[in-house]
């Protein structure tokens, strides 16, 4: 079975990017599966790191210098050049006092529940959800109070209503916002994030919202930082960022937080030792941030072709299977339970289609017959993905019938 290839002469590079070569990446989305799987599973993409972020990390490397970095005070020039890309990307003018570097973004949202929480106190996030958050939530004794989100004929959305309701009876302390939306790829709309905003405010929440994301958003789609709503919300938010997804450079282990609650940045500066972050983790993520534009204008170019090409795909040759088209990220987040595979689809493509997809019992509540498909890969092989899938259920279909 073969779909319609897409005619996209510009991304070339992209497309060439053969699978004999991706095999020997040494990286765990290529190593892990077994020989002959095809990777679409975990949140790193196949494409070549920007030039810049090589060049200043070859740079560095280069000078041989490795004791600790010369900042003076802890202070990471990544705290200036954040401030200045939420300005210039997204409106929002933080202020670069309130940021602070972190070496991942889940271990940061478990330091701000830790200074902002006591155990038995509720967390309300938005479900399906990146299984690590809710991890996190329930290690800490905290209680995960769901928002499910709901499939709608538009799409992916919440009900302002119920969740306001689940937050008031939650007992919650605390809120996380994951914008956009791993796995279901919504980019909240201005009007959603208020409704959260005013629950927020009534219930005295703290609400961390996790942007990792944001840079890849599809026009017409915007990414609205929760803070940038406006300084009242601002003050009772952290927000978390940083180059990982949008620029592949997740083992690098650099994210940075804007901490807009006062308390929590006292609280922060009393722990015996403060955040801290790999040097080279920093340069990349500046340069990423700096001169890193263009590349990103590219990927997510490509990575909206990729996101089409998967929507119509699935349409055509998996009507079993129900997916809304993400407007942001590189991630799909297929429905499959039609296809009566049981909670655990990514087994069957695992086994028969050789392909490697996240499965959706990962993101759970609501997560059991579904999968999450990566398409940050190059587009022949993202063919050769649906292809396979799409086979493996023709002939399942055919020794049914
Ligand atoms: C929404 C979200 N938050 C956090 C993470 C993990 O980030 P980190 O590796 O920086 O902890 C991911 C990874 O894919 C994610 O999708």
Same mark, same amino acid.
């Given at each position: ?26 990286? =765990? ?26 060049? /200043? ?29 939420? %300005? ?46 809710? &991890?996190?939530?329930?290690? !800490? ?24 309701? =689940? ?27 208020? /409704? ?22 599809? &026009? ?32 690098? =282990? ?41 590349? !990103? ?10 996101? =089409? ?24 987040? !297929? ?48 063919? %050769? ?17």
């Amino acid at each position: 079975m073969t779909a319609a290839r897409t005619d996209r002469p510009r991304y070339v590079v992209f497309d060439q990017l053969d699978e004999r070569v991706l095999r020997f990446r040494p990286g =765990r989305k290529w190593r892990a599966p077994a020989p002959g799987v095809l990777p679409a599973w975990v949140a790193d993409m196949d494409f070549p790191v920007a030039e810049p972020v090589v060049s /200043s990390l070859r740079r560095y490397i280069d000078m041989g210098d490795f004791g600790y970095p010369d900042w003076p005070d802890g202070v990471s020039p990544l705290r200036a050049a954040f401030a200045y890309r939420m %300005k210039e990307r997204n409106g929002w003018w933080p202020d670069p006092e309130h940021v602070r570097e972190f070496t991942d973004v889940v271990h940061a949202v478990r330091t701000m529940l830790e200074l902002s929480t006591k155990p038995g106190d509720g967390v309300a996030i938005h479900t399906p959800a990146h299984g690590p958050l809710t &991890a996190t939530i329930e290690q !800490l004794g905290l209680r995960v109070v769901p928002l499910p989100m709901i499939d709608t004929p538009d799409g992916w959305a919440f009900d302002a209503d119920d969740c306001a309701r =689940r937050v008031a009876e939650g007992g919650c302390r605390a809120l996380i916002i994951v914008n956009p939306h791993n796995p279901t790829g919504r980019a909240f709309t201005r009007d959603e994030l208020l /409704s959260l905003a005013e629950a927020a405010e009534r219930h005295d929440l703290v609400v961390i919202s996790d942007d990792l994301h944001a840079d890849l958003t599809y &026009a017409p789609h915007r990414h609205l930082p929760f803070a940038s709503l406006d300084p009242a919300i601002e003050a009772r938010t952290v927000t978390m960022y940083s180059a990982s997804k949008a620029f592949g450079l997740a083992g690098l =282990r650099c994210a940075v937080g804007h901490i807009g609650v006062a308390a929590l940045r006292d609280r922060l500066a009393e722990l015996p030792s403060g955040p801290s972050v790999n040097v080279l983790g920093m340069l990349a993520c500046l340069a990423a941030w700096t001169e890193g534009a263009g590349w !990103l204008d590219t990927v997510v170019d490509y990575l909206d072709a990729n996101r =089409r090409i998967v929507t119509e795909f699935v349409a055509e040759h998996l009507p079993e299977v129900h997916h809304h088209m993400p407007e942001a990220t590189y991630l799909s987040w !297929l429905d499959c339970r039609g296809l009566g595979y049981g909670p655990d689809p990514a087994s069957f493509f695992r086994d028969h289609a050789r392909v490697e997809l996240n499965p959706g019992s990962g993101y759970n509540p609501g997560g059991d017959g579904f999968v999450r498909l990566n398409f940050a890969t190059p587009a022949p092989l993202l063919h %050769k993905i649906l292809d396979r899938m799409a086979d493996a259920v023709a002939n399942t279909r055919r020794k049914v019938s």
